[in-house]
């Protein structure tokens, strides 16, 4: 059975940093993608960084890069999401999710392929 356990989410000020980490376990290879979603309150879910766990391709929506930026560590089993400078507008609930087929040419982060999901982490960006 897979498991994703995130965490790391909390109350920051707009520029400020947060890191979100995500505990993967069940998994029977490194061979599958994985990333971070958001939901905002009265929004659709959005895929915002994607990593292939084998080797490392990422995907990273217009919205947050430059700003994020997420890692995997093989041996602890677990993806980071960095996340600098962050805007009021990246308040929502995160969560982790992945997905047994990883796409041929790098992380789709799109969410409906991505249906191993954890629960989710609040983040709010407030002055």
């Known amino acids: 059975e897979v498991q994703l356990q995130a965490s790391g989410g909390g109350l920051v000020q707009p520029g400020g940093s947060l890191r979100l980490s995500c505990a993967v376990s069940?998994?029977?290879?490194?061979?599958?993608?994985i990333g971070w979603f958001r939901q905002a309150a009265g929004k659709e879910r959005e895929g915002i960084s994607c990593i292939n766990f084998n080797d490392g391709r990422t995907f990273y929506d217009t919205s947050v890069k430059g700003r994020f930026t997420i890692t995997r560590d093989n041996a602890k089993n677990t993806v980071s999401l960095q996340m600098n400078n962050l805007k009021p507008a990246d308040t929502a609930v995160y969560f982790c999710?992945?997905?047994?087929?990883?796409?041929?040419?790098?992380?789709?982060?799109?969410?409906?392929?991505?249906?191993?999901r954890g629960q989710g982490t609040q983040v709010t960006v407030s002055s």
């Open positions: 999710a992945a997905t047994r087929s990883p796409a041929e040419y790098g992380p789709s982060c799109y969410p409906p392929v991505y249906d191993q």
């Open positions: 069940g998994f029977s290879s490194d061979y599958f993608d």
